[in-house]
């Protein structure tokens, strides 16, 4: 074996030392992340059972107002501009959703997609 064959070989076992590298780290990473965001799911899903009954049983939007007063048992995001704190916090999120693009908006077709 020459010497430019050995490095060669040498730096395409070096790059797949370097890619086995980045792809552990993207694997434990991602697995963090997952875990994070489906334990916030979970704490959601948690503090939206006290909320939901209190929106059941209003009657009258002083009700309702009353209801979304209501303190979540667990802070959701603490350090977050958008923190849960209250059941209105949940009624945001749960209202709040990107509107769909292929969704008709009144306006006329434009001539060269008809």
């Known amino acids: 074996m020459s ?6 070989r040498a ?3 070096a790059g ?3 890619a086995t590298v980045l792809g552990v780290g993207a694997w434990l990473f991602l697995t963090r992340a997952t875990d994070a965001g489906l334990a916030r799911l979970e704490r959601i899903d948690r503090v939206r059972a006290v909320c ?7 009657r009258t939007l002083e009700d309702t107002l009353r209801a979304d007063a209501v303190a979540l048992p667990d802070t959701i995001d603490p350090r ?3 923190a ?3 059941c209105a916090d949940l009624r945001a999120v749960a209202t709040r959703t990107l509107p769909n693009a ?3 908006s009144g306006e006329p077709m434009p001539r060269g997609l008809r």
């Open 3 to 8: 010497n430019e064959q050995a490095r060669i």
């Open 11 to 13: 730096r395409a076992l």
């Open 16 to 18: 797949l030392g370097v």
């Open 52 to 58: 939901e009954p209190l929106w059941a049983q209003s």
């Open 80 to 82: 977050s501009s958008a």
């Open 84 to 86: 849960l704190q209250r």
């Open 102 to 104: 292929r969704e008709m």
